[in-house]
C-alpha cells in the first residue's frame, strides 16, 4: 500500500508542478518578462564585502545575522532580474539563430550559449546566497559572472552591429 | 460507464486521425521524427486495439488481446521515451555549452529514477492476480522514468530561461501530463486488482483515456499554432535596457 500511494503522490505532484509551469508560461511570462529599474546604491551597498565586516564588527550577532538575511532577500530579487534580462535578450535574440545571414546565426547562437551560462551562474550565485543566508557566518566566493556577462554584452552588441537595418532594443 | 469509456476511446482514435493530417500536411516527421513515429503508432495500436475488444471485426480470445496489448504497450513507451530525449535535444539545440551539463544531469536522473522504479517492481503490491500484475508493476517503473524525465525537462527550461518552440513545449506536456495521470491510474490497477471491482478499474481506465484525449488536444493545439512559445514577450526599452547594463557591470566589477 505505502508504495503505491508513494506512486500516486509522485504522480500527483508531478501533474502539478507540469500544469503549473504550463500555466505559468502563459499567463505570467508577459508580467515577467518586464524588466524593472534598478537603485546603483543599493545593489553597491547590497554587495559589498567591506560594509558586511563593519556591521560584523560594530552590531550585535544576533542584529548581524537578521541584517544579513535581509540583505540576502533582496540581492537574491536582483539576480532574478539579472535572470530576467538576459531571458529577455533570449527571446529577442532566437529568431536570428536560424537567421540566412551566417553572421546573424553565428552570434544569435553565441549569445544564447552565453545567456545559458549567465543562467548557471546566477543559479551559483542563488546557491551560495541560500548557503549565506542560512548559515550567515559564512563568506562565499563571488561567483563568475563577470567575464561570462561581458561576453555576452558584446555578442549582443557584434549582433547589433550585423543587423543594423533591423536592430535588436538593446543597450550598448 | 463502458459505453462512456468507448466513445471516450473512439473519441481519441478520432482525434488521433485528425493529428495524423496535420502531421502529414505540416511535415512534423521531419522536425520531430520520434512523435510522428509516437503517434501514428498509438493510432495503430488504439485501431487495432479497439476492434480486437468490441469484438465487431475479430473474434478473438483474450490471450490474443493481452498479447497485443503489452506488445503494443512496450513499443508506444519506448517510443515515448525516445520522444522526451527529441524534445531535449531540440531544446538544447542552440546550447552547446548546456549540453554536457544536461547529459550529465540527465544521466544521473535516469539512474536515480530506474533505481525509483526498480524498488517498485521489488516490493509493489500483489493486488492483481491475473498475468497483468508484473507487467503492470513494470508500466509503473517505466511511467514514472518518463514522468521525471518531463519533470526534469521543465525544471531544466525554468532554471535557464530556455525558449521554448510552441511545438516542443506542447509535445513535453502532453506526454508529461498523460503520463503522470497513466502513471496513477496504472499503480492504482496495479493495487487494487479486478478484485478492487469494476467501478475502481472503470474509474482508472476512463481517467486515462481522457489523460490521452485532452493531450491529443494539447498536441493538436501546438502543432498548428506559432512557432515560439516565447514571442508575444514584451522587450524592455533601450533606455531602460541602457540603465541595466550600467547597473549590471557597476555590480560585477566590484
Redesign the interface.
Known sequence: ?I??LI??A???L??A???G??FR?LRG??AE???R??D?RT??VL??REDETFLREKVPAKKFKTLKRRRIGITLK?VDN??R????M???T??F?ESADPAAAHQ??QI??L???I??QC?VFRLKLTLEFMFPALELAPSL??PR?QAF?ESVNRLNAIQAQRPL???? | MSDFIQWTWLGGIVLQVSLAVVIVFRKIWSRFPFFAAYLLTNLGTSGLLFLLSTGHVWHVSKHVYFYCYWLTQAITLTLGLATLFEIFTTLLA?????RK?ALLVCRYAVLALGLLGS??VI???QGETTPNGPLFALE?AV??AE??L??LL?VFA???????RRSA?GIA?GI??YA??Q??AV??Q??SGHAGGHRSWDISTMASLLAFDLSLLVWMGSLLSRQ???????????A???????????????
Not at chain 1, 534580462?85 to 529577455?88: E, F, I, K, Q, S
Request: with cysteine; aromatic share 14%.
Open positions: 500500500m508504495i503505491t506512486v500516486v509522485f504522480a500527483v508531478a501533474l508542478a507540469i500544469l509551469y504550463a508560461g511570462h508577459r518578462s518586464s524588466v529599474s534598478v546603483l545593489i553597491r554587495t559589498d536582483y539579472i535572470a534580462y538576459v531571458t529577455a533570449q527571446v529577442a532566437q529568431q539563430c544569435a547562437m544564447m550559449d545567456a545559458a551560462e543562467h548557471k543559479m559572472l563577470v556577462y554584452r532594443s538593446v543597450a550598448s | 542552440s546550447y552547446p555549452s548546456l551539463l524498488l517498485v516490493f509493489h503490491h509503473v511511467r514514472i514522468v521525471g518531463v519533470v521543465f525554468a532554471i535557464f530561461g530556455l525558449p521554448w513545449f506536456l508529461g501530463m503522470s495521470v502513471l496513477g499503480a492504482w496495479s493495487y515560439y512559445a516565447t514571442s508575444n514577450v514584451e522587450l524592455p526599452e533601450r531602460q535596457l541602457e540603465q541595466w547594463n550600467k547597473a549590471l557591470t557597476e555590480l560585477i566589477y566590484q
